[in-house]
Nanobody, 124 residues
């Protein structure tokens, strides 16, 4: 079992930056790929990016590529989402999720464990 807790959300002006954290429990956290997803009001949950268990590989949605960076510190059981050049379209609840298959996948249904989400609001 893995429990995930996101933090770091908030209100930021367009062009600004935020760093989200995803803190995990579990001794084998480094065997899980961790993805970030987001859901805006009345919209479906969208894939943002994913990082491999060791942190050596990442994959991003086109909408955030070049602006967002995922990293992880397995010694701290934490994954980060650094978000730069934010715009109002990035406003959403952001979720981290882990999959025990270590899959670098964009499909939400393949992730076994989810955090509760953290709100990010970007004002224009």
């Amino acid at each position: 079992q893995v429990q995930l807790v996101e933090s770091g959300g908030g209100l930021v002006q367009a062009g600004g930056s935020l760093r989200l954290s995803c803190a995990a429990s579990g001794r084998t956290f480094n065997t899980y790929a961790v993805g970030w997803f987001r859901q805006a009001p009345e919209k479906e949950r969208d894939f943002v990016g994913v990082i491999s268990g060791t942190g050596g590989r990442t994959y991003y949605a086109d909408s955030v590529k070049g602006r967002f960076t995922i990293s992880r510190d397995n010694a701290k059981n934490t994954v980060y989402l650094q978000m730069n050049s934010l715009n109002p379209e990035d406003t959403a609840v952001y979720y981290c999720a882990a999959n025990s298959g270590a899959l670098l996948t964009t499909h939400a249904f393949l992730y076994n464990f989810w955090g509760q989400g953290t709100q990010v609001t970007v004002s224009s």
